[in-house]
C-alpha cells in the first residue's frame, strides 16, 4: 500500500503474476470464437486460464471442449446477475476472485484471458481487473459502427473486427471500417480476422504473444501464488 | 388441570461382551419410557399434551461403547391449556466415544392455540455416532398451527455442527416462499459421526455437494455430518421424503470412517 | 465520528465486492415459480428477513464486537465455525463464503487494518460474510449494532433488486416493499444485538439465533443444478 506508482493504474500488485486479457464487444460478434482461437493458438506455448462472465451453459463448455484447446477446469464461469458491464468494470470482486482462483489452482500461468458477457459499445474493462483489453466487434453489424466509437472501440488496446468473410454478404466496406477506426483510435491497432477462416486467429494470436512477452519483460516471470497472501493492493 | 414438571432419563453402560446394558431408566410421568428391546426404549405417553406450563426434561446418556435406540409409540400432540407460559420439552442427549444413538419419535402435532418450546442439546464425542430425526405438523387436520420455537443444538467435542432455530406460527414466516412456502410439515434428520467427516483434504472453495429431491434435501454440513431437510403437504409425505433424504445421507457415509 | 457514513459505504450496493451477483434464493425461486410476482416477493422478503437476515445480522453484530478487542486468529476461526453450525446447506454457505471473500478483498482495500489482515490468514478460503461485514464494519468504524443493521438491509435488498431484474417489477413497487420492511430491518437487527443468556463475547456464541429457513435450503441447492443461472446464489 502506499504511493506506489502501480496504485495509480490501479491495477492489482502485477509483479510475478499472469497478463490479464480482457476481451469484450456485443453479443454474437465472436467473443468465445475468439477465446477458442486463442487457446488454441497460444496454449502450445503459454500457460493458459479464461474467465467466462457470458451465460456459461454445457453448450459454451461443450464448445471450448471440443475445440480440444484448453483443460476444462481452467475454466471459471462468473455469474453476473444479468449484469455483465456490471461485473467487469463497477464491482470486479468476483472476477478478480475467479482470476486468482485459477492462478492458486494451476499457477503460474501466463496469460489469464476475461471474456465479458455479451454487452453494448459502452462495456469496457476496469483496469483494476484486465491489463490490456479486446474489444472485438463484427461487420455485420454494419460498417458504421466503428465512426459511432464508444469506449470499446476508441479505448481498447486492441480492436478486432470479426466476421470479414461475410462483408460482402451485409454489404460492409471495410476500408470505410478502417479508416473509421483508426480515425477515433489514436494509433492504436486494429485488426481484421474471419475465425471462421483462421480458426487460430493468428494475427490477434501474434498481438497477444507480443503483449505477453512484453509484461513478463516488464513485471517478471510469473510465479505461484497461494490463497489470499495479502490483498490486491 | 395444574402444570406438570416431569424428569426421564435414559443412561446406557457397557456390559460385558461388549453389549449394552440400561443402567437406568426413569419414567416420570406423563414422560413414561419402556424398554422395548435389548437397546430399545420407547417413550409412552401417558396422559394428554404437552399443554402450556407443562415442563418435561428428558436425559439420555448414552455411554461409551454402548448403543441405544429411542422411539416413542405415538405422535406428541401440543396441546393449548390455561397456563401464560408455553410448554416446554427439554431433551438433553450425551453420546460417548464409539457409542450409537438412533433417536426417532413420531411427529410433534402442534394444535391450534398451543404455545410449545422445544429443546435439544445434543453433545457427540469426537467418534459417536448419531440419527436423529425431528418431524413437527403445523396442526391437525385443516387446522392452523399454534406457536412453536425449536432449537436444535448438536456439537462435537465441544465444536458446534448445528446450531438451528425453527419458528412456526410466527406471522412473518407462515407462508413464505423463503421458509416453509405451502408445506404443513418441515421435518429433518441428522446423520452424524466420522463416517461423514468431510475429506481431509478439502478444495477450500468447493463445498461437498448436496443430494436433492422434490421437497427434500441431504446436506452435508461443515463438520462431520450430514442433515436431510423436508417439507411436505403431510405427515405422510414428510416422512416418505425424509427416507428418501436419509438413504441418500447413509449411501454418503464413508465406510470405515 | 459515530459510523454513520461508514454504515452508508457498508450497506451501499454499489460497494464493489460483489454482492450485485447474489439474489439470496430469489433466481430460483422465480425458476420454480414460488416467487411470481410482488405479493409472493413480500412474503418471501419478510420470511428471508426472519431468518437468514437475523441469523447473519446476529453473527455480524458480534463479528464486529470481536473486531474491537485484540483479536486472535483463533477466535475468528471459531466464530466462523459458528457460522458454519448454522448453515446446514453446503450452497449456502459456499455462496456466502464466496461473499464474505470478496468482501473482505475489498475492505482490506478500503479500511486497512490489523484485524482484517489477521481474519484474512485466520480463514484463507474465505470467511462466512456475516463474520467479514462484521469485522469490516469494525474497521470502517461502525458499531457492532451498525453492522447488524447492514447485514439486516442487505438480507432483503439484493433479492428484492434480483426480483426486479428476473421478473420485470416496477422497480418502485418492490423500493416499497423494502420501505414496508424498515421497521422489520431495525427489529432484526436490534434482536441481533440483544445479548444471548447473561454472556456476550465468545462465552455467548453458543446461544446466537440460528434460524433456519428449509426452503432457502431447497432453493440455494436447486439453484446449482440450474444451468442457465445468472445469479451466483
Redesign the interface.
Known sequence: ?GAHHDDLHDTAEPHGRALRLGIGGPVGSGKTALVAALCRSLGPSLRLGVVTND?Y??EDADFLRRAGVIDPERILA??????PH??IR?????N??AVETLEERFGPLDLVIVESGGDNLTATFSRGLADRQIFVLDVSGGDKVPRKGGPGVTSADLLVVNKTDLAPMVGADLTVMSRDAAAVRDGRPVLFTSIREDKGAHAVAEWVTHMVGAWQHEHGEPHHHA??QA??? | MTAVTARALIRTEAATGGRTRLETLRSDPPLTLRQTGPRRVHLVSTGAGPLRGDHLDLGVDVAPGTSLEVRSVGATLVLPGLADTPSVMVVRARVGAGATLHFSPEPTVLAAGCAHRLVVRLSLAEDATVFWREEIVFGRHGERPGRCHA?F?ATVAG?????????IG?E??D???????D?RC?G?ALLAGPAWAPPAVPD???????V?GD???A?????PGV?V???GADAVQLRERLRHGEQAAASAARPGG | MNGEAALLLLADS??????????G?VEE?VRRG??TGTG?LA??????????GLVTAALAAAACELAASETAAELWRRLD??A????????Q??AS??QG???L??A??LW?SAVLDTL??AV???PHHAVALGAAGASAGCAPRQAALTAAYTSVTGPAT?AV??LGLDPVTVHRLLADLAP?IEGAASAACASPGDAAGPTGW?A????????????A??H??N??????S
Open positions: 500500500m451465460i451453459t454445457t462468473v455469474q453476473t446477475g444479468c449484469c456490471t461485473a463497477d464491482d470486479i470482486a468476483a478478480l476472485d490463497a489470499q490483498p490486491a493492493s | 432449537r443444538d465444536r458446534p455442527l448445528l446450531r438451528q432455530d425453527l419458528l410466527e412473518a414466516l407462508g413464505s416462499p423463503a421458509v416453509y412456502g408445506a418441515v429433518s477450500v472453495k468447493r463445498e461437498r455437494r448436496a436433492l421437497g427434500w434435501a446436506l452435508p454440513l461443515a463438520g442433515q431437510c423436508a417439507l | 454499489r460497494l464493489p465486492a460483489g454482492g450485485h451477483a447474489h439474489s434464493g425461486a414460488a416467487v409472493d412474503r418471501f422478503l419478510r420470511g428471508r428477513l426472519a431468518t437468514a465455525a459458528e458454519d453450525a448454522r448453515a446446514a446447506s453446503p450452497a454457505r459456499e463464503r464466496t471473500r470478496l468482501l478483498r475489498t482490506r482495500r486497512p484474512a490468514r484463507p478460503e474465505g434480483a431484474r428476473l422489520a453458543h446466537l439465533p440460528g434460524h433456519s429457513a428449509p426452503a432457502l435450503d431447497l432453493l441447492e436447486g446449482l443444478t444451468p442457465m443461472k445468472l445469479f451466483v
